[in-house]
């Protein structure tokens, strides 16, 4: 049996209703709501159920609207995934800029109702505007019942580029690296986005590149950071981007959690960042921050603050 997240929670607030009406037993509701959650639970975490994402998630990444606002109220309920209102955001962005009044309302709903983020009337006030443009009714109807004045200047929706490697120039190579990344980055509380940006940067999937300076393999680990970062084998593609991830981790902690100083340091080392107190005044490496951060998109990652160098 297969019950949705929205068809539960109806149900329960029906048998609530219920359960105020005296001649209904309570120890039935307890039995069912018991079965019911159940139900939930399994359907939430079956294999049907993670196949039928892994299809979303690929029609949303091929820019499918539908996927995208599917995706994304997933995130949001926790609808067998786990609970993140920043990626159903993410998610919801992708389709409203477009033109989505679904992703449109359910954006101003998010701000509202503060689901799992801080309570902005005045975004919502804009995406129930914007969702009522695109001809929505009910939103029409909620803009009746807000300040329609309110005004903020807060970007919600960063429209990015879409990467190299969600575009069919991505060969069946690049493609195994992307999995790789996507299996490898989340053990270093990495997004795989900004490790996958910075590969397209240092090798463009190429994992038999070789500097003149002798940095080789996809993230051209130069064989002293390699083996600070516990890598045998700089050419074997799990174990230099696991190197690499790491060592991208590591400056990550070092810099608090600076992606430009983060970068900065990746490309031309710790001291020269020491030295000059942020971004060293060289063109190549201003142009190699810039280009990563215009892929990624954000400025600020979260990092692991008890995370070690490995030397061998």
Not at 25 to 30: D, G, H, Q
Request: charged share 20%.
């Amino acid at each position: 049996m297969t019950i949705s997240f929205a068809n539960t929670i109806n149900t329960i607030d029906s048998m609530i209703s219920l359960l105020c009406d005296h001649r209904f037993p309570v120890i039935f509701f307890m039995a069912f709501s018991a079965l019911l959650l159940s139900s939930l639970s399994f359907a939430q975490t079956s294999p049907s159920m993670s196949s039928e994402l892994d299809k979303i998630l690929h029609l949303a990444q091929q820019g499918d609207l539908k996927s995208q606002v599917e995706l994304a109220t997933a995130y949001e309920h926790g609808e067998g995934i786990t609970k993140d209102p920043q990626k159903a955001i993410q998610w919801y962005c992708k389709a409203a800029v477009k033109g989505s009044s679904d992703a449109q309302t359910n954006l101003a709903w998010m701000f509202l109702n503060a689901r799992g983020i801080d309570k902005d009337e005045a975004l919502a006030v804009r995406w129930f505007k914007a969702a009522a443009k695109s001809g929505d009714k009910y939103s029409q109807q909620m803009l009746s019942r807000l300040d329609e004045n309110l005004q903020t200047q807060k970007t919600v929706c960063i429209v990015l580029p879409t990467p190299y490697w969600e575009t069919k120039k991505c060969s069946k190579s690049c493609r195994k690296v992307v999995k790789i990344v996507t299996e490898i980055a989340p053990g270093y509380n990495i997004e795989p986005r900004l490790v996958l940006a910075l590969i397209q940067q240092e090798s463009n999937f190429k994992s038999k590149a070789l500097s003149h300076k002798g940095a080789m393999g996809l993230m051209q680990l130069i064989p002293e950071t390699a083996k600070r970062f516990g890598v045998k084998n700089a050419w074997d593609e799990k174990q230099n981007i696991t190197g690499g991830t790491r060592y991208l981790a590591w400056l990550l902690k070092e810099y608090q959690g600076n992606v430009a100083f983060a970068l900065a340091g990746y490309n031309a080392g710790e001291n020269a960042v020491a030295r000059y107190h942020g971004i060293p005044p060289y063109k190549e490496t201003q142009n190699y921050v810039k280009r990563i951060m215009k892929v990624y998109g954000k400025t600020h990652h979260p990092y692991e603050k008890h995370l070690t160098m490995i030397t061998r």
